[in-house]
């Protein structure tokens, strides 16, 4: 933890499984490609990665949860430098835990959800690899993730749905995305207009 950048500016997070699309979906975020390693491996980003935006606040880059090829002491390691972090940077305005639209949430996922309800940290919901199923799939995975959400105290109640791959088309959501990470880093508020959209 000694070795973070001082908590001199808004942050927010972005944490998921391990091969959820974190590293995928913050460089079609940034728009810069190459920002964030990819890697089919699951348990690729083993460290926190800072991205400086110009000054204003920082995108950080968690190590994936859940299985990985690494050895238990290494995934042991960064699940605890994570956890620290979740529990005790003053300047973390929202986590983004990242849901694989495939799957829905899984005990892993719930797990966080219940340690960031604990720690009163804010996070948000957001599907991601929303290309890779059908519209009414999708639309009952998000209804469901978005129940589940209302059921815990600090998770804002719109779920977004994203696509890495086709990041402005009618499901990408990445202007959403934006717009969200935005205003948090911003203090601007958040929008509520279309939250149940």
Not at 21 to 41: D, E, F, H, I
Not at 97 to 118: P, S
Not at 130 to 139: E, F, S, V, W
């Amino acid at each position: 933890m000694q070795f973070l950048p001082e908590a001199d500016r808004p942050e927010v997070a972005f944490a998921g499984r391990s091969n959820v699309g974190k590293s995928s979906l913050l460089n079609a975020l940034t728009g810069v490609k190459g920002l964030a390693r990819t890697s089919n491996t699951p348990g690729r980003t083993q460290e926190m990665n800072f991205f400086d935006l110009a000054g204003v606040g920082y995108i950080v880059d968690l190590p994936g949860y859940g299985y990985a090829k690494a050895s238990k002491r290494d995934i042991a390691r960064w699940n605890s430098t994570t956890n620290q972090y979740l529990q005790g940077r003053p300047n973390l305005k929202r986590v983004y835990v990242l849901i694989d639209c495939r799957h829905g949430l899984k005990d892993n996922d719930r797990q966080l959800m219940d340690d960031l309800d604990v720690a009163a940290v804010s996070y948000q919901l957001v599907l991601t690899k929303g290309d890779k199923i059908k519209a009414g799939a999708l639309d009952k995975v998000k209804a469901a993730v978005a129940a589940e959400a209302l059921k815990h105290p600090a998770s804002f109640p719109r779920v977004l749905t994203t696509s890495a791959e086709k990041p402005l088309g009618p499901i990408g959501g990445m202007m959403d995305l934006r717009d969200a990470v935005a205003r948090v880093l911003l203090g601007l508020g958040d929008d509520f207009g279309d939250m149940f959209a």
